[in-house]
């Protein structure tokens, strides 16, 4: 997606709706491919899709360890999902995916990275619908679906604490075209785990 898809949103809404009308479309393909996969039929399908959280989270982890960013979303390091994943896949008997040949997020500017971590936070807010269907397969916050539970202060309010952040950051409009396509590729990095795992 070019920058100008990028600001075709209002120029009145904020950063954070921009990028959701502007990622609407892939997310929605991304999101319907992965209930194609059956996630809730059974404990094994629930673990494919744990992996490709664990792959995602891999990914990006080290986003979260990174000083620049967490000037501007601070607390950033306390939202971390890669070892409760990591637990969850543990409780479940599964080993943890091959290690990546390089981290997709190494590297990244600025603003691509604030694209990635959109799309790894708000897959919270889905994740609290998730986590109430994980409950058939008994599974809760206290096995196989602990990255999937509500932090204490309540998946919307953690939502806004962060999309507040990021939509207060300063930057041109380079960087805003930035962000639109780090979401993008963190939103076709999920969809090629999603393959891996499913196919």
Do not use: C
Request: no cysteine.
């Amino acid at each position: 997606m070019n920058a100008p898809d990028a600001l075709s949103a209002p120029l009145a809404a904020s950063r954070s709706q921009r990028l959701k009308a502007a990622t609407h479309a892939t997310h929605d393909r991304l999101d319907r491919r992965i209930m194609a996969g059956d996630i809730f039929a059974s404990r094994e399908r629930f673990a494919r899709f744990l992996r490709v959280q664990y792959r995602f989270h891999r990914d990006i982890d080290a986003l979260y360890a990174d000083p620049a960013l967490d000037a501007l979303l601070p607390g950033l390091d306390a939202r971390r999902r890669l070892s409760q994943i990591a637990s969850d896949l543990g409780d479940l008997g599964q080993p943890l995916p091959p290690p990546a040949t390089a981290p997709a997020a190494a590297a990244l500017p600025l603003a691509q990275a604030l694209g990635w971590l959109y799309v790894a936070e708000g897959s919270n807010l889905g994740g609290s619908v998730l986590y109430k269907l994980a409950a058939k397969l008994g599974l809760d916050r206290g096995f196989g679906a602990r990255h999937l539970a509500a932090p204490a202060d309540g998946v919307a309010r953690h939502w806004r604490q962060f999309t507040a952040a990021l939509d207060d950051a300063t930057l041109d409009a380079q960087q805003e075209g930035d962000v639109v396509a780090g979401a993008e590729a963190a939103f076709r990095r999920v969809r090629g785990h999603v393959e891996e795992e499913f196919a």
